[in-house]
C-alpha cells in the first residue's frame, strides 16, 4: 500500500465515521470509518519508514588529472 492509497482509506474512513447517517442492521458505519482510518494511517507510517529509506541517491565522483605541459597527450585512464 502506498501513500495515496493511504490517503484514500483515510478519506473514506472520515466519510464513514463523520458523514454517513444511515442506520444499517448488523454494520456500524461509524465503526468501520475508524477501522479504515487506522489501517490508512498504519499504511502511510509503512509506507514511509519502510520502503522510504530504500530509496537512496548514489552519487558519482570523477578525478581529472591535469599536466603542466598542454602539449603532452592525457595519460591513459
Known amino acids: 500500500m502506498g ?3 493511504g490517503l484514500f ?4 474512513g472520515a466519510i464513514f465515521a463523520f458523514a454517513v447517517t444511515v442506520d444499517l442492521q448488523g454494520i456500524n458505519l461509524q465503526a468501520v ?5 487506522f489501517i490508512g494511517i498504519i499504511g502511510i507510517l509503512i509506507s514511509v519508514f519502510y520502503w522510504g ?8 565522483t570523477r578525478e581529472r588529472i ?3 605541459d598542454p602539449t603532452q597527450p592525457p595519460p591513459p585512464l
Open 53 to 60: 529509506p530504500r530509496k537512496r541517491a548514489t552519487q558519482t
Open 3 to 5: 501513500i495515496g492509497a
Open 33 to 37: 470509518g475508524w477501522i479504515l482510518m
Open 9 to 12: 482509506l483515510i478519506a473514506l
Open 66 to 68: 591535469y599536466t603542466d
